[in-house]
């Protein structure tokens, strides 16, 4: 048995996402092999972020300024705004480079179940973003599930009203996927999305 302080340490770790208590017990065993080089350099990192990090007004990215790197870089097409339920899927699509516009983080997805509502997410400030003019294209890069799409049919209906074109991504069959592997939901989808060849 360990210490308490590496237990609490151990423990703090495996709450994190993709870590549970055994990777969280080899990554703290890492860490204590290498305390003189590695530990330092990570207990640094996390301070400077923990003081730094900030919301992007504007996109509602999380970056060490305001706003943010991406929001910043003038470079990036203002035509383009792709919208995404939260900052992982921002930066996901980033880090792909296949998106050259910018984009605005909703903070969730709509949930009647969970009681999320239109209103408790950043729609409002997406709206302020289009009336401003200056965009041409919106793209709604919301998850495959239901509450994802049930929120871009409404942001749909909402953007409506703008000259704005309203594109989403396309889902359907991934490449490599056999059929018989595929769920009914998946199917479904890559027929009706179905073009010509």
Not at 123 to 144: C, F, Y
């Amino acid at each position: 048995m360990a210490s308490q302080e590496i237990e609490t340490l151990a423990s703090a770790l495996a709450r994190l996402p993709g870590l549970g208590p055994r990777s969280a017990r080899r990554a703290v065993l890492w860490l204590v092999k290498r305390r003189e080089t590695a530990l330092p350099a990570l207990l640094d990192a996390l301070a400077t972020v923990g003081e730094a990090l900030v919301e992007c007004e504007t996109c509602g990215n999380v970056d060490t300024r305001n706003p943010c790197a991406i929001c910043a870089d003038p470079r990036r097409d203002g035509k383009s705004l792709c919208v995404v339920e939260d900052v992982a899927d921002l930066w996901a699509l980033d880090r792909a480079k296949l998106f050259t516009g910018r984009y605005h983080v909703l903070g969730g997805k709509l949930s009647a179940l969970d009681g999320v509502r239109p209103e408790d997410l950043n729609i409002a400030s997406l709206m302020a973003r289009v009336e401003e003019g200056g965009v041409d294209e919106i793209v709604l890069a919301m998850n495959a599930t239901l509450e994802g799409q049930t929120t871009a049919h409404y942001l749909a209906e909402r953007l409506e009203a703008f000259p704005v074109r309203i594109t989403q991504l396309a889902h359907g069959l991934p490449v490599g996927g056999e059929l018989d592997y595929l769920d009914e939901g998946t199917l479904a989808q890559a027929l009706r999305a179905r073009r010509p060849v």
